[in-house]
């Protein structure tokens, strides 16, 4: 049933009416006479610095069904971040206290002001109705980075120390014990609900801690229930319950900063489905797998993977018959026919990246209203971390600079560069499975130090594949695992310390 595809190798802007609150991150203070200069908020300074201080301001933008938050997230040459653009009059964003020319440090109290400008607009849009903006004015953001502050930390700065990200957890009930767990209405708080536990039960498996507030189940906020309705909705929940849950001083953090608690922000424990992104490099006979258009029997469409060719790019990368398709290369198919669909993945040349999920895993994140895409593991990440079979002088061996050559073959080198926005520097954003850069021993993440000999560190994305390009069908590229370069730049060691018997031993076995 459906149309069918042998994959081969060859706006309208919505209403924007809604609810907003613009919450600022400066302390206010009443003048208390009896204290006077004591009062640390009055003490007086010489530093000019304490007095232009930077101050971010926290926006809360909640859009109802079909509403767009209204602005745009723009790159802008000669500038430096994600810069907030063309506010909608009237709309949401417009009446956040958001301004023309605002950069964006944080999005769902992830720090993003060093994130490639495709996930951050991606983090947005997998938002859902409600999203919360850390933002630093134009000016300020100029002023602090001519000066050399770090951003990171400014942004840290208006968190409570100690303060913890929610935690969504995925219950399945014990034949013994049952779900373990029950809720206790917390005195003088209406809504609020404190976890009880049964010591080694299926929620502590599942990531639940004593004493922990609830904050959401199977999709909807509890705070305007009574004790006795969520006792009912837990009697309707069967063999399976996912909450939100967040301690009880991390809640209170929340509170005071009055940011929502929301599942874009939650950690995942035990879910039951993961979204998984596959790259595959096309092979003599194209990748090996058909796309199907079918009908699942709720009556969605969708795009369906099938009939993997033995030893085909697609085996390799671990796809599964039956599988959904999310996105092709981070772009989703939500809104695209499929012949559209079809034509992304040939316009992609000789690799594609695939997200997908199983056709369970997407009625599961659909009944909790939320994106499939908001929990997805990287495949090949997941592989490595399941084998575990790297012994302990590979792991040793990732710590130091590593010489990988290669020569280009009809699919190219099988890697992609990478960059953080308008900033020198390239690392491996992405290795094909298979690929030569695999064999090379190229590693997704690992900094980019050198071209063909010639030092790159400092270098633009576009200078460095200047550099690639003239070296023809060879390349020689200097790289170190990301953590180890980021010490190392510490310590002011050497990056390009590989004596001439270590060259000759890495080339020698390409």
């Not at 699919?411 to 690929?435: H, K, Y």
């Amino acid at each position: 049933m459906g149309k069918r595809h042998n994959m081969g190798s060859s706006a309208e802007r919505p209403k924007t009416k809604g609810l907003v609150e613009i919450i600022g991150l400066t302390e206010t203070f009443t003048f208390n006479p009896k204290e006077g200069i004591d009062n640390p908020v009055m003490v007086f300074t010489d530093d000019a610095d304490s007095v232009s201080k930077p101050s971010p301001h926290l926006c809360v933008l909640k859009r109802e069904e079909g509403e767009s938050y209204g602005f745009n997230l723009r790159v802008e040459r000669g500038r430096q971040g994600h810069i907030i653009r063309n506010l909608v009059v009237g709309g949401v964003s417009g009446c956040s206290g958001l301004q023309d020319g605002d950069r964006l440090l944080e999005v769902n109290n992830c720090y993003v002001d060093d994130v490639p400008h495709t996930e951050v607009s991606r983090k947005i849009k997998l938002s859902g109705h409600q999203l919360c903006l850390l933002v630093l004015n134009g000016e300020e953001y100029e002023q602090a980075v001519s000066q050399g502050q770090d951003l990171r930390s400014l942004a840290r700065a208006h968190k409570d120390e100690g303060c913890k990200p929610p935690r969504l957890c995925h219950i399945t009930r014990d034949p013994a014990s049952g779900l373990g767990i029950s809720f206790l209405p917390v005195e003088g708080e209406k809504g609020h609900f404190s976890v009880s536990l049964v010591s080694g039960g299926a929620a502590e498996k599942a990531g639940v801690c004593k004493g922990d507030r609830l904050v959401w189940m199977n999709g909807g906020t509890v705070c305007d229930l009574t004790h006795s309705a969520l006792n009912r909705m837990m009697k309707k929940c069967g063999n399976h319950i996912t909450i939100l849950v967040i301690d009880s001083e991390s809640e209170k953090s929340y509170m005071r900063r009055r940011m929502p608690i929301l599942p874009t922000m939650a950690v995942p424990h035990n879910l039951p489905h993961r979204a998984r992104k596959l790259l595959l490099v096309s092979g003599p006979e194209g990748y090996g797998f058909l796309l199907r258009l079918e009908r699942a029997p709720s009556g969605r469409m969708s795009h369906v993977l099938r009939e993997m060719d033995r030893y085909s790019p697609a085996e390799t990368a671990g796809m599964q018959d039956g599988e959904l398709l999310l996105e092709i290369n981070a772009e989703s198919m939500e809104t695209l026919n499929h012949e559209e669909v079809v034509d992304r993945v040939i316009q992609s040349g000789q690799q594609v990246s695939l997200t997908t999920i199983t056709s369970q895993g997407l009625e599961f994140y659909t009944k909790l209203g939320l994106s499939p895409l908001l929990f997805c593991e990287d495949d090949g990440a997941e592989k490595e971390k399941e084998s575990g079979e790297a012994s302990q002088k590979e792991i040793e061996g990732l710590c130091k600079p590593r010489l990988c050559s290669l020569r280009k073959g009809p699919l190219g080198f099988g890697f992609n560069l990478g960059c953080v926005l308008q900033r020198p520097g390239t690392f491996i954003s992405q290795v094909a499975i298979g690929g030569l850069g695999q064999s090379a021993g190229l590693i997704e993440g690992d900094v980019v130090i050198e071209v063909n000999g010639q030092n790159v560190e400092e270098k633009y994305l576009e200078d460095v594949m200047i550099v690639v390009r003239d070296g023809g069908h060879f390349l020689s590229l200097l790289v170190m695992e990301k953590t180890s370069y980021n010490k190392m730049r510490q310590t002011d060691t050497p990056a390009n310390h590989v004596t001439a018997e270590q060259e000759k031993e890495d080339l020698s076995s390409l």
